[in-house]
Structure formats: structure tokens, C-alpha cells
């Protein structure tokens, strides 16, 4: 029996929750922040400290934001995203956890997606609390940084860019429009914050009811995905990776698929569908 094979027969047995991580959005164009060893590429992402830390920072990281979103805004979910939908409805799997920002589950289809890092598509605003959409703060920050249109920056993962410094002094940032505070974030969970605590529990109940742990394209590098694999092994239940390289959670998986997960999943759905007939 092919591991494949093992993947289907398991998860026709069993309420299996699926933790997803870049990979699965990397054949929709979305970059991934690690190579095959699990080891972060490219320059530093800015650490939630720094974005707290003062006006330039936060100056640099919208101005760099702004031009990297219009790649984030026109992914496309791909097969993989669709495949999970279709498990889902189906009623193949008790639960979906992601480590991705970029909304190509809910736009695949899938529900109550518990998002561990947030979501880019909606921004928080650090004064008053209210989230606004993202869409609109784009459209705010376009009209108002007109000497930016057509500048071509080179793209970085989660819709950052690298940009002249000479250009991100000039930016105007966004402001709220309830409280007219300048510290608006976009609604993830940067390097160097915490998972909020509602949807690390939201998550970590699912663990512990599940009877599998599927975890597609990721490196289990961030430790709130971690110790979810963590928890479903210490209970003597299956963990599962597709996974094209090297992940943290190597030592507690039962097995591990090195194949692309738009090329697995596909096949896992096909099963579910003949089993349906
Ligand atoms: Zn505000």
C-alpha cells in the first residue's frame, strides 16, 4: 500500500483535523517564508517590536505593504484550497486550521477556518480597537502616495516588499477613520506576537478532539502550530505530513507524503467521492 493509500484509509476511519502552512499557497503565487530545510530566507520580516516602536517603522512597512498587496489580492485559490472545501462539506474532516494570512480557504470555500495568524485582509487599528477592511485602507493609501504608482518593488512573502528607503520616507500613512489614530496593523500575528489566546484555544480544542492531525505544507517551525501536533501525538493519534521538505514535527509524525499537496489532495477528494457512491 502506497503512503498515499495509508493517507485515505485513515482518513475514511477517522475525524482528522487539517493544519495548513505556505506551502499549500505557494502554487497560487503566494512566496514561502522557508526553503526545503525549514530554515527563513531572504531578508527579515519586521518584528512586531518594531512595528510598535515608532512612526518610520510603521512608515516603512505600509509603504511596502501597499505595493505588495495587489499579488496577495489576486491569488487564486488553487486545487489543494478546493480539495480541503470539498473534504469539508463532505463531512471528511472535523476541522481546519491555518497558519496562512492570505484568505484562500475562506475564498476556496471553506468555513469557520481558524486563522493562527491572523488574516490580511482585514486591519486592526491599536487605538480604538475597530478592524476595518483592508481593501478600503489599500484604496486610502493609493489616493494618498500618488508618486508610488507604477514603482515596481520586488515581492517578499505575506504581501511585504522590498522598496527604495528613499521612497518610504515620503509616505503618508493611513489613519483611522473612527479614531484618527495613526497606528493601524494589519490583523496578523507578526514575528515576535503572540497567537491571540481566543484562537490559540479555538485551535487547541481541536486537537484535543481529534482522531488524526493532517498538516499540509508546512515546516511546523512557529511553535503554536507545533505543539498542535504535539498534543494530537502525545494521544496516541495519527499525524500525517504532506510535505515537500524537512518539518519540525518530523520525530512525531507516523508518516510523511514528500509530494505536492495540489497533486495529493486532489486524490484524497477523488477517494472520498467513489466512498460517497
Ligand atoms: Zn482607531
Redesign the pocket.
Known sequence: MSDLDRLITLMAERRFVVLTGAGISTPSGIPDYRDSEGVRRGRAPMMYQEFLSGAALRQRYWARAMLGWPKVRQAQANVAHQALADLQARGCIDGLITQNVDGLHDQAGSTEVVELHGNLYRVL?L??G?RLARDEVQAVMVAENPYLAGVDATQAPDGDTLLDPHFEARFKVPV?P??H?ERLKPDVVFFGENVAVPTAERAMSLAHQAQGLLVVGSSLMAYSAFRLCRAVAERGQPVVAINLGKTRGDDLLTFKLPLPCDDCLPRVVAAARLRAL
Do not use: E, N
Request: net charge negative; with cysteine; aromatic share 0%.
Open positions: 487599528c487605538d480604538c475597530q483611522c473612527h479614531c489614530g
